[in-house]
């Protein structure tokens, strides 16, 4: 059974930081993209960072670019979002998301984590 389990979410200033994490379990992790995606209040879904699963491709969202950084540690079965220069409209659930394929569309992913709330205050 494959889990996703995010963490680091918080309230936070304009301008501050935050690192999320997402661990995963049941799945050969190294051989499995990971995405981010966030949900804010009365909105889609919308991508905003991916890895592939050597580490070796990354993909954002313009959005974050510049501000935002992802990572893996495939010994550790994590995946890990920076998020720097935090914005109030950075506000929202932050999902994790596991695929085979290394994507920014939502249904490229096969297996999701509960997600994290993330509030950015001005």
């Known amino acids: 059974q494959v889990q996703l389990v995010e963490s680091g979410g918080g309230l936070v200033q304009a301008g501050g930081s935050l690192r999320l994490s997402c661990a995963a379990s049941?799945?050969?992790?190294?051989?499995?993209?990971m995405g981010w995606f966030r949900q804010a209040p009365g909105k889609e879904r919308e991508f905003v960072f991916a890895?592939?699963?050597?580490?070796?491709?990354?993909r954002y969202a313009d959005s974050v670019k510049g501000r935002f950084t992802i990572s893996r540690d495939n010994a550790k079965n994590t995946v890990y979002l920076q998020m720097n220069s935090l914005k109030p409209e950075d506000t929202a659930v932050y999902y994790c998301?596991?695929?085979?394929?290394?994507?920014?569309?939502?249904?490229?992913?096969?297996?999701w984590g509960q997600g994290t709330q993330v509030t950015v205050s001005s």
């Open positions: 998301a596991s695929g085979r394929w290394f994507a920014s569309v939502a249904a490229r992913y096969d297996y």
């Open positions: 890895i592939s699963g050597s580490g070796g491709n990354t």
């Open positions: 049941g799945l050969t992790f190294s051989s499995y993209a």
